[in-house]
């Protein structure tokens, strides 16, 4: 089992907090929901490349890249 850092258990729970703030906004049509939508995107494939996403389960890895 592998501890996770401090670092990257808060990037962890800032996307988990972008996420669920960008969703709604979408389902509630807001006018800058698609450039949080966006930014949400962008911020997953930075953390992702850093390597903060990095998973024990091959599959998840492939979900990640798909």
Not at 13 to 40: C, Q, V, Y
Not at 56 to 65: N, R
């Amino acid at each position: 089992l592998q501890m996770l850092s401090q670092g990257t258990i808060l990037l962890r729970i800032g996307f988990i907090i972008l996420s669920l703030t960008s969703f709604g906004l979408l389902t509630e049509n807001r006018p800058k929901a698609d450039i949080l939508e966006i930014i949400r995107c962008l911020v997953f494939v930075a953390v992702y490349k850093l390597g903060h996403l990095r998973s024990q389960f091959s599959s998840l890895c492939y979900a990640y890249e798909v």
